[in-house]
């Protein structure tokens, strides 16, 4: 018998889409998006409609395993779930006595985008245990400061009003590989004659189907965005009554700009004179004007700066007032849920002064677990995310991992490089399986997901692993107890707004709700009249931040660095690929196994289409094959991000190149300035 049964998709991904699975005998056979949903509209994009390859893949992890073999060797015994549960218990219990709990450290990040399985028992199990907490900044910590900053929320301009823009400026946004739900709204917005610009870096395919396409110097967007307001305050174009209600600083910033003249912003972001003169006019001229700004900016070494920047731009023009108009980073601050009923930072440890556990920065993790430390971590907790793949720096990083003396748990779906480390590896369910309440980043729809297929073998969820684990170390609180219903019973019952009147029973009826957001049937307008978040309740400008300056590793940065390694890498997301998730798939693999070099760059190395190269800097280095391409211009250098190290021929991945310093902001990773070189393999060994 055919059935057809409803899920959400929990990747990491703004689009949070909703998802009809078709069933037979138990088995899926077909996933697509549902059409009745007004963003997912339908489809599905071409990695998720594939998804059923990964549910049903012979290397999905299905029972609890032990290690046998050396550390990262990735060999394996079959264990029951109660002597993984009871050897897991014992072991953080032992840590716990011998070196204090903060010496165990959680990691996870977004393997989903549930709120049961992201972020619920586990919180509350960590919490009781008075382990290290998780400082998250791998993805969007700098962006999220940023807009906090400025506007005091992590909200924005709806998709659905892209569709009313005349101007719409894709900022550090790769929509087509990374936010396709809001291409329609965009290709709708052309066709009543809207202006699109691109500012990337790297010629995309969302850049190559812009009007105008502005490829930055990495990390340039800072003097772009003064660029602009030099010419919008230059000419009068600014909203003087929308600057004086409801903006501070803006006086000072405005003289601040005057430094900020196009030619000498030119120079910053290899944009022409005329191109920068272009888009400040159409950006205040064309209206309603809109900005998708996107992570690809924050990811520098000012990101904070260059975010924070962008974000002032639709309150000079009083853009905020319009339908179709603002700024879009992220949605996910509307998601008002009772955080502290879902993760009880209540049960935490503290010490007799009222001192919570130390917190440790995601993005340090090779530090974090290689350097000489006087309190090193002695055990670690990974699920829902591979840091071994996507944390930088990554020789450190498996530096770290092969610690004989660290104790390593990994609950996971594949045998990442992370599971490969794990001392007990457990299985994980996939969102198909299991019960979840889901936000999202770039809409305002909240939606529930129940079981629509059997789990696997012996797979249990996240939330299931952490109450039998919180039983196995005899934690009685009532809490540990919950079920999935209690625990979305209880994100629910919150006192913000967006939140007002819904229920779990709604949602199971309706599977998806819009968030109460201002007037039912009025578009969401959140600064047409003020509604900041700041303490001073105003657009709060920042010029004191505002100094341009390149960054340090870029062509413009420190001179001896750029001698040794005169190109820029970006390795920024793919169309196949979700971070590291889907690094079992060849096609993908194929992609991130390419060197994207401009032929100039290409011609002087004696590359040819095809080769084998070497990229190296001073953390790493790895092989690539060389693809000629004027996607990138000279100096700039691209590959796909992120594979599977076990993937590639020298089992090496993107990040042994990238840099763990912060950058500027939020404590936020700064992948995006990266400087290296290239040689033929055959050069290599003579380097
Ligand atoms: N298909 C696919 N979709 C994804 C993901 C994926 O891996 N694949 N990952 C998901 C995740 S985790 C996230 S956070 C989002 C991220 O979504 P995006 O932010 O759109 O993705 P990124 O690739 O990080 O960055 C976007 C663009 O920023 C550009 N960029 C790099 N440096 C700079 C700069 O200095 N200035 C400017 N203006 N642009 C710059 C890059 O070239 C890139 O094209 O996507 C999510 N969706
Ligand atoms: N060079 C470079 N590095 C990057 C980036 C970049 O652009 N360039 N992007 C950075 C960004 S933005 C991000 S967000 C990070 C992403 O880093 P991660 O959050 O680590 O993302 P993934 O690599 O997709 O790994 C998620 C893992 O979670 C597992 N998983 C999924 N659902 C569940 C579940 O329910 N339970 C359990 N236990 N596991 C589950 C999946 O199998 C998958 O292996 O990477 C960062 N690293
Ligand atoms: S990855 Fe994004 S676009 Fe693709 S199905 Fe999931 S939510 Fe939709
Ligand atoms: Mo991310």
Not at 226 to 250: A, N, P, V
Not at 293 to 307: D, F, H, L, V
């Amino acid at each position: 018998m055919t059935e057809t049964r409803h899920s959400v998709c929990a990747l990491d991904c703004p689009d949070c889409c909703s998802v009809l699975v078709q069933v037979q005998d138990n088995r899926a056979t077909r996933l697509k998006g549902d059409p009745s949903h007004p963003i997912t509209k339908g489809f599905l994009c071409a990695k998720v409609t594939r998804y059923l390859d990964r549910e049903y893949h012979p290397e999905r992890i299905l029972y609890p395993q032990r290690r046998v073999g050396a550390k990262g060797e990735g060999r394996f015994e079959r264990i029951s779930w109660d002597d993984a549960i009871g050897e897991i218990a014992e072991r953080l219990h032992g840590t716990t006595l011998k070196h204090g709990p903060e010496a165990i450290l959680p990691y996870s990040y977004g393997g989903t985008m549930g709120q049961l399985n992201g972020s619920s028992m586990d919180r509350r199990f960590f919490h009781r245990l008075g382990a290290s907490r998780l400082d998250r900044t791998i993805c969007a910590s700098t962006g999220a400061a940023a807009l906090q900053l400025t506007l005091g929320v992590r909200t924005g301009t709806e998709p659905e009003q892209f569709a009313k823009s005349r101007c719409i400026i894709a900022w550090g946004a790769n929509i087509l590989a990374t936010n396709v739900h809001l291409w329609p709204f965009i290709v709708e917005a052309r066709r009543n004659g809207a202006k699109f610009y691109v500012i990337d870096p790297l010629r995309t395919k969302t850049a190559a189907l812009a009007d105008r396409h502005l490829a930055v110097n990495p990390g340039s967007d800072a003097a772009l965005a003064l660029g602009m307001m030099h010419i919008i305050f230059r000419d009068g174009l600014e909203d003087r009554d929308y600057l004086e209600k409801h903006c501070s600083g803006w006086e000072e910033l405005k003289e601040k700009a005057i430094a900020y003249a196009p030619h000498r912003v030119s120079q910053y972001t290899g944009i022409e004179v005329e191109t920068i003169e272009e888009l400040a006019r159409d950006y205040a001229t064309l209206r309603p004007a809109a900005i998708r700004m996107n992570y690809g900016i924050q990811r520098s070494e000012r990101g904070g700066m260059s975010a924070h920047a962008v974000s002032l731009l639709p309150a000079i023009i009083g853009s905020w007032k319009e339908e179709g108009g603002g700024l879009q980073l992220t949605t996910s601050g509307a998601f008002g849920f009772n955080r502290q009923a879902l993760e009880r930072p209540d049960l935490q440890w503290k010490s007799p002064l009222g001192r919570e556990a130390r917190l440790r920065n995601m993005s340090e993790i090779g530090k974090e677990l290689a350097m000489p430390s006087e309190h090193p971590v002695h055990a670690l907790f990974v699920y829902n995310s591979n840091p071994v793949a996507i944390a930088p720096n990554a020789n450190r990083v498996h530096e770290g991992f092969a610690r004989e003396d660290l104790f390593t748990v990994v609950m996971e779906q594949f045998p990442t490089d992370t599971a490969r480390y794990a001392d007990v590896l457990l299985p994980a369910t996939t969102f198909l399986e299991h019960t979840d309440l889901y936000f999202a980043y770039g809409h305002y729809y909240l939606q529930l997901a129940r079981p629509a297929l059997p789990a696997p073998g012996e797979c249990k969820s996240n939330v299931e692993v952490f109450r039998l684990l919180a039983d196995a170390m005899g934690f009685d609180d009532p809490c540990f107890q919950d079920s999935d219903d209690d625990l979305m019973r209880q994100a629910l019952d919150s006192q913000h707004p967006a939140l007002r009147g819904i229920t779990l029973e709604d949602l199971e009826a309706r599977r998806s709700i819009r968030l109460n957001l201002g007037k039912e049937g009025a578009p969401f307008l959140p600064h047409a009249v003020g509604g900041f978040g700041t303490p001073s309740r105003r657009c709060e400008f920042h010029p004191e931040r505002l100094e341009y300056k390149p960054p340090i590793e870029s062509r413009w940065g420190h001179e001896e660095l750029r001698r040794d390694y005169p190109l820029e890498l970006i390795s920024a997301k793919v169309e196949s690929g979700m971070n590291s998730t889907f690094g079992y798939r060849t096609d993908f693999d194929a992609e991130c196994g390419k060197l994207r070099i401009h032929p100039q760059d290409a011609s002087v190395r004696g590359i040819e289409n095809g080769m084998d190269v070497v990229v190296f800097n001073k953390r790493g280095q790895l092989r690539l094959l060389a693809a000629l391409s004027d996607s990138v211009k000279p100096g700039l250098v691209s590959v796909a991000s992120v594979r599977w190290s076990r993937q590639a021929p020298d089992g090496k991945s993107i990040n042994v190149l990238t840099s763990d310093a912060l950058n500027d902001l939020g404590g936020g990773p700064s992948f995006f300035n990266c400087l290296v070189q290239v040689a033929l393999s055959s050069h290599a060994d003579s380097l």
